[in-house]
């Protein structure tokens, strides 16, 4: 099993462009979700999926859409870059059941906004 | 809404010798879970240990330990016999696990002294 990718690794982007950072999983995970992380701060809830068609917003969605046609993919766009999006992005995925499942995490993508 | 703060940005300690990072949170929720993460330069976020909150037991994961103190909202990690590749970023994290959404501390930055 690959675990949980992410693409790409790094990006560098200019204020107004658009992208997409993709994630997949092989491990058939309901759950899968964005997160991102700044300097000085733990892990942010971006948006979250608990299957194929089903999105929603966490803490911090602004400036960010995603969708799930799949159950192994979940990327995620930014319309629009600002530098304030500038940050460590991560993916992770689990399973869903009654009780917690742990989560698997992505190796991050480093984005630049300039 | 659960808040988790980390009020120890960073921490050092002498190799072979035993620290403990502080957590607390808070939370109306009676079951949830609360986890410990590791972050280290490779940034891969790394589960150390979990812990129920329906189980009064302290989970253990070997050097790893906590202290869960349900009533006072603390979940404390303490590492024993500390080695080098201990240092890192630790992350404290809170899940009230109906879809595995997890709430992050700032985290506390680790040294280790050879």
């Known amino acids: 099993n690959a675990g949980v990718t992410q693409t790409p690794k790094f990006q560098v982007l200019k204020t107004g462009q658009s992208m997409t950072l993709q994630c997949a999983q092989d491990m058939n995970h309901e759950y899968m979700s964005w997160y991102r992380q700044d300097p000085g701060m733990g892990l942010r809830l971006i948006h979250y999926?608990?299957?194929?068609?089903?999105?929603d917003q966490g803490e911090v969605p602004n400036g960010y859409n995603v969708s799930r046609s799949t159950t192994e993919d979940f990327p995620l766009r930014l319309l629009s870059a600002a530098p304030s999006q500038t940050s460590v992005y991560f993916c992770?995925?689990?399973?869903?059941?009654?009780?917690?499942?742990?989560?698997?995490f992505g190796p991050g993508t480093r984005l630049t906004v300039l | 809404a659960q808040t988790v703060t980390q009020s120890q940005p960073e921490m050092s300690v002498q190799e072979a010798e035993t620290v403990t990072l502080s957590c607390t949170y808070d939370?109306?929720?009676?079951?949830?879970?609360l986890f410990w993460y590791k972050q280290p330069p490779s940034r891969q976020m790394i589960l150390v240990i979990r812990q129920e909150a329906y189980k009064q037991q302290n989970a253990t994961e070997n050097r790893f330990s906590v202290n869960f103190q349900k009533a006072a909202k603390s979940f404390s990690l303490k590492i024993s016999d500390s080695q080098l590749g201990d240092a890192a970023m630790y992350f404290c994290?809170?899940?009230?696990?109906?879809?595995?959404?997890?709430?992050f501390g700032k985290g506390t930055k680790l040294s280790v002294k050879p």
């Open positions: 999926s608990v299957g194929a068609g089903i999105t």
């Open positions: 992770a995925s689990s399973y869903l059941g009654a009780l917690y499942n742990e989560q698997f």
């Open positions: 994290a809170y899940s009230d696990g109906s879809q595995g959404n997890l709430i």
């Open positions: 939370t109306s929720e009676s079951d949830y879970y």
